[in-house]
Structure formats: structure tokens, C-alpha cells
């Protein structure tokens, strides 16, 4: 039996400090082309000019300057690092005196890049159920257990292009649904402000968030119901101002299956 891995998932703050910090430059079509650039180099070292002409192939046109700058940027968040001595161009015949930086991926940026790979293709998660029926002979009673296995197919989360870095909207919905189902798993329902309060997410993020997914899935993963209002808030509307709307958020049975799935 393979052991059960205990490692826990990020929680908020970690999760800004991925999206807002390490993966920030990544968002930009220059930095994603450069870090693949290094990250697919047979040579251990690259420099501005061996990285150059690979652009113009891609339709990258970037001045020497540019190119150094969003260097910088990947550096900063740990993704590249610089060679702590100079050097000359390794792909690239070269015959001038003049050395370049020489760059490389680290470690975190190699890993970063196998990390998002879990994000390639669309294959859905399989989860195996057994249900038990029990049947009682009436002439000798004694209970029949009987196994049925059957396999469910769990909907699947926004398809992501296989290294399409441009996606990263579809990270954030993903880490969206993980962080409203990791606060509703176990649980009957919240109430939307409670939730929101656990998550992190604004009320009005989370009312949006899962209405635009119950519209573009029939597969709906949380069910939405308003709660009335209180007497403070029907007397508010009667004096013109606006009562905040409260709702009761649960999963539906699909969410219920990918939850569990999730906190085996």
C-alpha cells in the first residue's frame, strides 16, 4: 500500500505569496519566453546573446537592455540566477573579447516549471465507491451483504493548455474552488459572510465565482440560497437603504465526491 502523503496543501497567505510574488513576471509573454528558453537549454549557462536570436525566432523582438531587465525580475522572485563570474556566449560562435552575464534556472525555477505541469490536459479524477446493500431472507433471516464497486467520473476543473503560462486565471479558479472546498468539506453549509471570513474571498467574489461557474458547467459543484431578511433589514429597504443579502453555500453532490477525494 503506498503511504499516505501527509504534506499539506498552502494555506491564503502562502497562496498570495505564490501568485503575487513568484509568479508574478510569468504573467508577461517576454519573461515566460525567456524562462522557457533557459528552462530547455542543453548548455548549463546562457547569455543575452545566445537568448536573442531564440526571441527573434519566437517573433520576440527585445533590445539588449529589455532582455536584462526581465532577467532581473526572474531573479528577483528566485526563478533565475546569475553566474557569479562572466563569461562568453556557449551556442553561439564568438570571437571578441567583450563577456556577458551568464544565466541559468535554479532549482526553484526548475521546479516551479515541473509544478505547473500538473496543470497540462484535462484528465478527469476517478473515484471509486463501494456500496453496501444488505438483504434479509426471510425463511432462515439472515442478513446478505452483497459488494457493489462502480466508478464515478468527478467533473472536471477549467482545462488549461498544455504550457500555456497565459492561463494563469485558471490557477486562480482553481485555488478558488480549493479554498471554498476545504472550508465547506464535512459541513451541511455557511453562511456566505462566515465564509467568506474563512476563505479570504469577498462576498461578492464568491457570489460571483459560483454563479459564473454553475452557468458555464451542468456539472455544479455549490448550491446557492438566499436567506430573507431579518426585520433590521426589511426596515432598511423601508427607509431607502440597501440591507446587505446573506446566503446559505453548500456543495452539491459532485462537490461533495471531489472534496472527499481531495482530503484522502
Same mark, same amino acid.
Given at each position: 500500500?503506498?503511504?499516505?502523503?501527509?504534506?499539506?496543501?498552502?494555506?491564503?497567505?502562502?497562496?498570495?505569496?505564490?501568485?503575487?510574488?513568484?509568479?508574478?513576471?510569468?504573467?508577461?509573454? #517576454? =519573461?515566460?519566453?525567456?524562462?522557457?528558453?533557459?528552462?530547455?537549454?542543453?548548455?548549463?549557462?546562457?547569455?543575452?546573446?545566445?537568448?536573442?536570436?531564440?526571441?527573434?525566432?519566437?517573433?520576440?523582438?527585445?533590445?539588449?537592455?529589455?532582455? #536584462?531587465?526581465?532577467?532581473?525580475?526572474?531573479?528577483?522572485?528566485?526563478?533565475?540566477?546569475? %553566474?557569479?563570474?562572466?563569461?562568453?556566449? %556557449?551556442?553561439?560562435?564568438?570571437?571578441?573579447?567583450?563577456?556577458?552575464?551568464?544565466?541559468?534556472?535554479?532549482?526553484?525555477?526548475?521546479?516551479?516549471?515541473?509544478?505547473?505541469?500538473?496543470?497540462? +490536459? #484535462?484528465?478527469?479524477? &476517478?473515484?471509486?465507491?463501494?456500496?453496501?446493500?444488505?438483504?434479509?431472507?426471510?425463511?432462515?433471516?439472515?442478513?446478505?451483504? /452483497?459488494?457493489?464497486?462502480?466508478?464515478?467520473?468527478?467533473?472536471?476543473?477549467?482545462?488549461?493548455?498544455?504550457?500555456?503560462?497565459?492561463?494563469?486565471? /485558471?490557477?486562480?479558479?482553481?485555488?478558488?474552488?480549493?479554498?471554498?472546498?476545504?472550508?465547506?468539506? +464535512? /459541513?451541511?453549509?455557511?453562511?456566505?459572510?462566515?465564509?467568506?471570513?474563512?476563505?479570504?474571498?469577498?462576498?461578492?467574489?464568491?457570489?460571483?465565482?459560483? @454563479?459564473?461557474? %454553475?452557468?458555464?458547467?451542468? #456539472?455544479?459543484?455549490?448550491?446557492? =440560497?438566499?436567506?430573507?431578511?431579518?426585520?433590521?433589514?426589511?426596515?432598511? &429597504?423601508?427607509?431607502?437603504?440597501?440591507?446587505?443579502?446573506?446566503?446559505?453555500?453548500?456543495?452539491?453532490?459532485? @462537490?461533495?465526491?471531489?472534496?472527499?477525494?481531495?482530503?484522502?
Amino acid at each position: 500500500m503506498t503511504p499516505k502523503d501527509k504534506s499539506k496543501p498552502p494555506n491564503r497567505e502562502e497562496l498570495e505569496e505564490i501568485f503575487e510574488k513568484t509568479l508574478r513576471p510569468l504573467q508577461s509573454r #517576454n =519573461a515566460r519566453h525567456i524562462f522557457l528558453i533557459l528552462r530547455d537549454s542543453e548548455t548549463e549557462y546562457l547569455t543575452t546573446y545566445d537568448m536573442q536570436p531564440i526571441l527573434v525566432e519566437q517573433g520576440n523582438t527585445l533590445t539588449k537592455v529589455e532582455l #536584462n531587465n526581465w532577467l532581473s525580475l526572474l531573479q528577483e522572485v528566485g526563478l533565475v540566477r546569475k %553566474a557569479s563570474e562572466r563569461g562568453k556566449p %556557449a551556442t553561439l560562435p564568438y570571437d571578441k573579447r567583450y563577456t556577458f552575464d551568464l544565466w541559468k534556472l535554479t532549482k526553484k525555477g526548475r521546479e516551479t516549471s515541473f509544478q505547473l505541469d500538473v496543470f497540462r +490536459g #484535462n484528465t478527469p479524477i &476517478q473515484v471509486r465507491e463501494k456500496v453496501v446493500e444488505k438483504t434479509i431472507e426471510r425463511i432462515v433471516e439472515v442478513p446478505i451483504e /452483497k459488494i457493489i464497486e462502480k466508478t464515478v467520473e468527478v467533473p472536471k476543473f477549467p482545462e488549461l493548455e498544455e504550457m500555456s503560462f497565459e492561463d494563469l486565471d /485558471k490557477i486562480r479558479s482553481l485555488s478558488k474552488h480549493l479554498l471554498l472546498m476545504k472550508s465547506l468539506y +464535512g /459541513k451541511e453549509s455557511m453562511d456566505l459572510w462566515s465564509l467568506s471570513e474563512q476563505t479570504g474571498l469577498t462576498p461578492e467574489n464568491i457570489v460571483e465565482f459560483i @454563479g459564473n461557474q %454553475a452557468k458555464s458547467t451542468s #456539472n455544479t459543484l455549490y448550491l446557492l =440560497a438566499e436567506i430573507p431578511m431579518d426585520l433590521r433589514g426589511k426596515i432598511m &429597504q423601508r427607509i431607502g437603504l440597501s440591507p446587505r443579502k446573506n446566503y446559505t453555500i453548500s456543495l452539491t453532490s459532485e @462537490g461533495k465526491q471531489i472534496s472527499s477525494s481531495l482530503s484522502s
